[in-house]
Nanobody
Framework: QVTLVESGGGLVQPGGSLRLSCAAS????????MAWFRQAPGKEREFVAA????????YYADSVKGRFTISRDNAKNTVYLQMNTLKVEDTAVYYC??????????????????WGQGTQVTVSS
């Protein structure tokens, strides 16, 4: 179990950018795969992006590919989500998640055992 705390959410205009951060506790952060999910009101939690333990494998939902970038700094126990060209439909609570490293990085909520409390991202003019 890893304690995760998200930050960086807020209100941004369509076409704008935000950078989310997720600070993780523990000395073994580099052993965990990390991911971002999001959930809009009345909708199911949706996979956004994931990065493996070493930071050299990344995965993205089709809806964000080319606009969002996931990265990690294991020395700082932090994972990031750079969100560019934001759209109204990106509005959601964004959650950071962690799982023990595995041959195939997970992409469903049940694959991840540790979750942050979420940070609100609102895209509106």
């Amino acid at each position: 179990q890893v304690t995760l705390v998200e930050s960086g959410g807020g209100l941004v205009q369509p076409g704008g950018s935000l950078r989310l951060s997720c600070a993780a506790s523990g000395r073994t952060f580099s052993s965990f795969d990390m991911a971002w999910f999001r959930q809009a009101p009345g909708k199911e939690r949706e996979f956004v992006a994931a990065v493996n333990w070493g930071g050299y494998k990344t995965y993205y939902a089709d809806s964000v590919k080319g606009r969002f970038t996931i990265s990690r700094d294991n020395a700082k126990n932090t994972v990031y989500l750079q969100m560019n060209t934001l759209k109204v439909e990106d509005t959601a609570v964004y959650y950071c998640a962690a799982s023990r490293s595995r041959p195939r990085v997970g992409n469903t909520p049940m694959d991840f055992g540790s979750w942050g409390q979420g940070t609100q991202v609102t895209v509106s003019s």
